[in-house]
């Protein structure tokens, strides 16, 4: 076939090229083997020199063979093939630029040229696809083997970097595109398979995934510009909108490259309109359509999302068919058009010299914005608040909206999405730090100013008024005047009603008189008295007609004052309120010049703004306080980030200066022990941020406001709060963050070389200690100028300081109990220290003084003593004989003053300061026996043991197998370890309160005291007496066994809150070091949990936390009075329940365990809790029920309790518990199993709302082939609930039905119901009365009497901790068969032990 008498036509596929087609169209003769190629090849490159590109049209079997065969040939031959063509194209592009820029082409030469462009650009384009499908495989081969050398591994397939040739061919084809082609084809109409040709292979190269990575960029943008050129020369856009919403569709790698690539063409192409054509494509999508296709409405919103970034002017105009999107189901459509108005806001709509239009427009954006802070979908809330939190950053937001969008972040803190609450506070950071009010913002600071100004406002509105008398303006424009300060005043009078003058209304004045009286107040500009006298008129005039029909609203109010001013024709006249107060003073009158009235006018108008600013900044202040008490519950969220975002919220409102910001600084502290190293490592950076970067002009400057600043959060500050500063103190000083200068200071500022006040001085010397935890040698260094600072001969004595000296001095030393491994003995100062000399003076001067510090100091001066002292014991045996000695001779001097007194009296402070003295020595006695002593033996004997190892020779140091596997269990070391413990246990049982002993003198005295309150009436005096009592019940079992009786007498029956505080202490550390002895009283323990006081309510809550969760008491069903703390009327107490309970419910099976008996016991009718209470209670607890193992079998429990429960209140709070179970439709097994236990209580209309409730949840989450069974169950549920209703006979004969006979029958014993609204708190009981109080016998007494079945099944539902069971027994506490109630004999479930008063 002469190559001039054929037509080429583009084939759908290779293979229809090798069929004959119709006449005179190209058909491949021959596919050349495999050896035939690449000499066919040359041949064609000898071709192309002679001929130039018009070669191909004989030579093109040769370039089709090879792309048949292209697995198979060798990777140089494609290489080769490839850079061929790309000159082939090259040389006919050149080529045909000239000859379409000059004379017309005959028709053989334009059909040659025509069939060889074709047939280039196919050959070219198939080449590149066949090197893109191989580079595909490739790449994923190379995702299943990983590792290093892809790139390797590809160009050894090709034969070089495939990547790096893309682009030099797309530009190629771009290049041939831009010439003016269409002139090749008949009537100069390009055909559509030639522009689908290329464009083709565009779109299959951005399918690939890689085609997003970086380094494809410059591949990317030369699609975009042969794409470009398409859409502009050969009318390409429809099939562009189509293949783009395709891809977008189901590549989710593209939603960025084709708005990178759609961006391209609307500005460097000017094809604006394809936006509005796949904008219109993407609104038009069915709401139902983009619910199920997710993947396709994520990239469409990805998609018009970014595109918004891009080009929100060219999206603008074409937003009006994504609104529909704002109604549909699919969230990440709706965020993507709620992003694209953000970014059209921020980028078109900014800045105040917008048109009307333009303005209308935004606030038409910023309104839907505002309106989807409240959508259903937590995610679209949490987009919301992050758009505004860049339109606050960017300063775009209008003034007037502050308010309103400050209004939605705070309402948004209490959302139920953590992510929207972390939003809401950053937006209201954001707002903080992008205010345009002021750099301080505090209510009382702002408040003083407003006031000001508003009051210079109506003295400048009055002296116009004046000015203007004789004018005498129409009272409408007057109005107008005063309409806006009118109604800032009756606002503020509405929102604080408090603010009452002393306006009366005689008894003889009439209406009139009073209207009369109104107008003038209101000419006098005084719109605050007239206000409330018209506010009196209403209710005193009811029979008047102008004042009996105002309603306490704004707008009734300022009509009737309006009539009053304006006269009765007035009330037919519209408000005009929005008119500008300083556009009348234009009407002045003649006497009055006309600049000066121009002038006052402007004075007036700027007075207006001011006033207008600060009430702004005012009300924003607000706002921001509002959001703080809200944020700063959120300090102890579970999750991280809530807590970091808290944390840095309250370091921005610290730096703007609101006094409640402090607040939440402080309470950030506890946060330092938090196991989580963010949450750590934020509030470390906070106090970095507020505190160790202060301002100041030089190093001095510096110190000084770190330390002022550091000082105020010691002011009545509390221990924990000391403690967490301490920590965080002790890590900047060892991070070698705090300055020497500040260190200076505090040292000058302790030794008074600065002057400062005592409490300066004071937090000084605490900040010094805090300090010397992280570098001892702070204070180590200096320690006899601390001695001479603090504890100087001076009278009277400052107690406060001597405390704090001796707590920074104990921060030198080591407080842990040593190790074994230490070689040098621990650090102590001789007793001959000048220390100790001045703490002993100190203490013994000090005891006859009645200073309420005293107590407090000689605590810390009796602790440190022991820590640093050689035989401290000596030093306070002096201090307790010479405190005694001055005792004693006060009472001789009181017997000599007056020798008729019956018994001699010594002053109450005296015995008190006395007790207490005696019990800090006993206390540390013990501790110093049991750390410093033990510690001490323990290392000498290591010590020992080693030197006799060296010195041992080689025969003796071979020991016979016994020793020698005794020394590898340890048990040699053990042996020694409880010798050297039996030995300080029998110092402390047989000595220490010996009659031979110091401490043992005391002990008749402190027992007469705590026996006889009647006679020691001192409430400071009954207090020191029972913590000293403790304290000396520490040290000896025989002692504590024999005080035990004393000691629960007076934690019950003591009439001071303060004395079963300190007891509720006391008798926790008991039960750690005496867990035996204490075991029987543990009752009493849990008891305290209902006292009528909260300090004592909430110290019984965290001592038997503690003990609870540190396994030191045994969790027994008392555990329901800390179920009842939940519900405690104090937030603080509440809150550790709520603490406690989270603690427990890590302890494996713990709260599942315990379920049941807190069931029975909060639900029981004489000791239980009213309804309301306990569906708080249950919904927490049962909150922590969350595997399926333990939900079935409560299930299983609870439905059968139906059967035992003897009121319908019970039926009722069993019902509660099921339906507050996470069940699945094995759980829905189980209760259909046990239908018969419940189903004659669904008469109770609570229990069948119950049941229905769990019917609900069951179908949310149930699978098509379980909804059958939910059916059934509520369809007996509905029959058993209305055959009740209809007074039909019973449902079922047999065991249903007698069961339900014997619930509904009275219990034959008598049992009472609880009163309505009986308080659970135990009321005390009298001292005098000791009848009912009884040493508790021990556990295994043995039972009797007619409940000895029920106790023993008690005893046999142990509870137990996962601790002291195995990890597959995850269902301990379940009855056995014997076990399961099988009688609906009513039982009583109230513990015989509670006392009743």
């Not at 093939?81 to 790309?86: A, D, H, I, S």
């Not at 519950?633 to 910001?661: L, S």
């Not at 006889?1012 to 520490?1034: D, H, I």
Request: aromatic share 6%; hydrophobic share 40%.
């Amino acid at each position: 076939m002469s190559p001039h008498n054929f037509e080429f036509h583009l084939p759908l596929s290779p293979e229809e090229l090798l069929k004959s087609g119709g006449v005179n169209q190209y058909v491949v003769q021959e596919v050349l083997p495999l050896k035939q190629l690449s000499s066919q090849l040359r041949a064609f490159q000898s071709a192309f020199r002679a001929q130039g590109p018009l070669a191909i049209l004989e030579h093109f079997d040769t370039i089709y063979s090879i792309l048949h065969h292209f697995r198979s040939i060798e990777p140089g031959l494609k290489e080769d093939t490839l850079e061929f063509l790309k000159k082939v194209v090259s040389c006919h592009s050149q080529e045909l630029s000239s000859l379409l820029d000059g004379a017309a082409l005959s028709g053989l030469d334009r059909s040659a040229h025509l069939n060889a462009l074709k047939m280039n650009c196919y050959a070219l384009i198939r080449l590149l696809e066949s090197f893109e499908n191989m580079t595909s495989r490739t790449s994923l081969i190379d995702l299943d083997i990983g590792g290093k050398g892809k790139k390797a591994r590809s160009k050894a397939a090709l034969g070089f970097d495939w990547e790096e040739e893309r682009q030099p061919v797309l530009q190629l084809l771009t290049q041939l595109l831009q010439l003016d082609i269409r002139h090749l084809w008949n009537h100069s109409v390009i055909e559509e398979e030639f522009v689908s040709l290329v464009t083709g292979c565009c779109y299959r190269l951005l399918e690939n995934p890689t085609i997003s990575l970086q380094k494809n960029r410059s591949t990317k943008e030369a699609i975009a510009h042969l794409l470009g050129v398409a859409l502009v020369r050969y009318n390409h856009m429809f099939s562009a909108t189509v293949k783009i919403i395709q891809m977008l569709q189901h590549f989710e790698h593209l939603p960025s490259v084709l708005v990178t690539a759609v961006s391209l063409w609307a500005t460097d192409y000017g094809m604006k309109s394809i936006v509005g054509e796949i904008v219109r494509e993407i609104g038009q999508k069915c709401a139902q359509e983009l619910s199920r296709d997710t993947a396709g409405a994520k990239g469409f919103a990805a998609f018009l999302t970014e595109l918004a970034e891009r080009v929100p002017a060219v999206l603008m105009s074409s937003m009006c068919v994504l609104l529909d999107q704002l109604d549909g189901e699919n969230y990440m459509m709706r965020n993507a058009v709620l992003a694209a108005m953000a970014e059209m806001v921020l980028q078109v709509l900014n800045g105040d010299q917008l048109e009307e239009s333009a303005r209308e427009t935004r606030d038409q954006f910023l309104d839907s914005l505002q309106a989807h802070g409240h959508d259903v979908n937590c995610f679209v809330r949490n987009r919301v608040l992050q758009l505004f939190t860049r339109i606050v950053q960017q300063k775009a937001l209008p003034l007037t909206r502050f308010q309103a969008v400050v209004a939605l972040a705070v309402g948004r803190l209490a959302d139920k999405s953590v992510l929207v609450c972390k939003n809401a506070i950053q937006l209201l950071a954001s707002f903080l730090a992008n205010n345009p009010f002021s750099c301080k913002l505090s209510d009382t600071d702002l408040a003083g100013p407003l006031q000001k100004e508003i009051e210079k406002l109506q003295e400048m509105r009055a002296q116009r008024r004046t000015a203007a008398a004789p004018a005498a303006l129409d009272p409408e424009e007057e109005w107008e005047a005063m309409l806006p300060e009118l109604k800032s005043t009756l606002q503020q009078l509405l929102k604080f009603p408090q603010e009452e003058a002393d306006q009366q209304i005689a008894d003889a004045e009439t209406a009139e008189e009073v209207k009369g009286r109104i107008h003038q107040l209101l000419a006098k500009a005084s719109y605050k008295q007239a206000i409330i006298l018209t506010r009196e008129a209403t209710s005193r005039f009811q029979e008047s007609e102008l004042f009996s029909h105002t309603e306490p609203e704004e707008n009734s109010f300022l009509n009737l004052l309006e009539i009053i001013f304006k006269g009765p024709a007035a009330s037919t006249q519209e408000s005009c309120g929005d008119a500008d107060p300083g556009l009348t003073g234009s009407k002045d009158p003649p006497s009055v010049p006309e600049p000066e009235g121009s002038q006052r006018n402007d004075e007036l108008v700027k007075q207006e703004m001011l006033v207008q600013y600060l009430q702004d900044a005012y009300s924003f202040s607000q706002k921001i306080t509002e959001a703080i008490g809200i944020i700063s519950k959120m300090m102890y969220e579970n999750t991280t980030t809530v807590v970091q975002e808290v944390i840095e919220f309250f370091v921005m409102v610290f730096q703007f200066g609101v006094p409640q910001a402090l607040f939440g600084v402080r309470r950030m502290l506890p946060l330092i022990w938090s196991k989580e190293p963010g949450v750590r490592e934020a509030v470390l950076n906070a106090y970095r941020q507020l505190y160790l970067s202060p301002k100041g002009d030089s190093a001095r400057a510096k110190a000084q406001t770190l330390i002022q600043n550091l000082s105020l959060l010691l002011v009545d500050a509390s221990l924990g709060t000391i403690q967490c500063l301490e920590e965080i103190l002790c890590e900047f000083v060892q991070k070698d963050e705090i300055k020497p200068a500040v260190i200076q200071l505090l040292w000058e500022r302790a030794t008074e070389k600065v002057p400062c006040s005592p409490l300066e001085r004071c937090s000084s010397v605490m900040l010094l200690g805090m300090m010397a935890r992280g570098k001892p040698e702070i204070v180590g260094s200096n320690l006899d100028t601390l001695v001479r600072v603090g504890l100087d001969e001076r009278f009277p004595q400052d107690y406060r300081l001597a405390q704090q000296v001796c707590l920074t001095i104990a921060n030198i030393s080591d407080r842990r109990k040593p190790s074994l491994g230490k070689r040098h003995p621990p650090f102590r100062l001789p007793q001959e220290h000048r220390l100790f000399e001045r703490l002993q003076e100190m203490v013994t001067k000090g005891f006859a003084h009645p200073d309420p510090l005293w107590i407090p100091f000689k605590e810390v001066a009796v602790t440190l003593t022991y820590q640093l002292a050689e035989g401290p014991e000596v030093i306070c045996a002096q201090m307790l004989q010479g405190c005694a000695k001055q005792a004693l001779e006060k009472l001789e001097n009181t017997t000599e003053a007056d020798p008729k007194e019956a018994a001699p009296k010594l002053p109450t402070f005296l015995l008190m300061n006395l007790l207490s003295l005696a019990g800090d020595v006993a206390l540390q006695q013990l501790v110093h026996l049991e750390q410093a002593v033990s510690g001490e033996l323990g290392r000498r004997r290591v010590l020992r043991e080693e030197q006799e190892h060296r010195t041992k020779g080689p025969k003796e140091k071979t020991t016979s197998s016994e020793t020698t596997m005794e020394e590898e269990l340890g048990l040699v070391g053990a042996t020694a370890d409880d010798t050297e413990a039996e030995l300080i246990r029998s110092i402390c049982e047989k000595e220490l309160l010996d009659g031979s002993q110091v401490l043992a003198a005391f002990v008749p005295l402190l027992l007469k005291v705590c026996n006889n309150p009647g006679l020691y009436r001192s409430p400071e005096l009954c207090a020191a007496a029972s913590l000293a009592l403790g304290k000396f019940c520490m040290i000896s079992a025989p002692f504590c066994d024999s005080q035990l009786r004393l000691l629960f007498t007076m934690l019950e029956k003591s009439s001071l809150p303060t004395v079963r505080s300190n007891l509720m202490v006391a008798t926790g550390d008991l039960a750690i070091r005496f867990p035996n002895l204490l075991d029987p009283w543990t009752p009493h323990l849990y008891a305290r949990l209902r006292d009528p006081a909260q300090q004592v309510r909430r110290t019984a809550g965290l001592v038997m936390t503690h003990l609870i969760l540190k396994d030191m008491v045994k969790v027994k069903g008392q555990v329901s009075e800390m179920a009842v703390l939940l519900i405690d009327p104090v937030p603080q107490i509440a809150a550790l329940a709520k603490n406690f309970f989270n603690e427990l419910s890590h302890k494996g099976n713990a709260i599942y365990n315990l379920l049941p008996d807190i069931i029975s016991r909060l639900s029981d009718p004489e000791g239980g809790v009213e309804e309301e209470p306990f569906h708080t209670i249950m919904k927490q607890l049962l909150s922590y029920i969350t595997k399926d193992k333990q939900t079935e079998s409560l299930v299983e429990k609870l439905c059968q309790r139906f059967r035992t429960a003897r009121t319908e209140r019970q039926y009722r709070d069993l019902a509660y518990c099921v339906s507050q179970l996470p069940l699945t439709e094995r759980g829905l097994h189980k209760m259909l199993d046990n239908f018969e236990c419940f189903g004659d209580k669904l008469l109770d209309e609570s229990v069948f709302s119950a049941f229905l409730s769990v019917v609900g949840k069951l179908r949310r989450g149930a699978k098509p082939e379980g909804k059958a069974i939910i059916d059934e169950f509520e369809q007996k549920l509905r029959a058993c609930h209305t055959r009740g209703m209809d007074g039909m006979e019973e449902l079922e004969t047999g065991q249903g039905g007698s069961q339900r006979a014997l619930s509904t029958k009275k219990p034959s014993n008598g049992v009472r119901g609880k009163p309505a609204g009986v308080s659970r708190l135990q009321p005390l009981t009298s001292v005098d009365s000791d009848n009912d109080f009884v040493t508790p016998k021990p556990r295994r007494t043995k039972p009797h009497g007619p409940h000895t079945q029920q106790r023993k099944s008690q005893r046999k539902a142990k509870v137990v901790f996962s601790s002291d069971e195995s990890s597959e027994d995850e269902l301990s506490a379940e009855m056995t068969e014997e076990e399961t109630p099988k009688r609906t004999t009513p039982i009583l479930r109230a513990s015989g032990r509670r006392h009743r008063s």
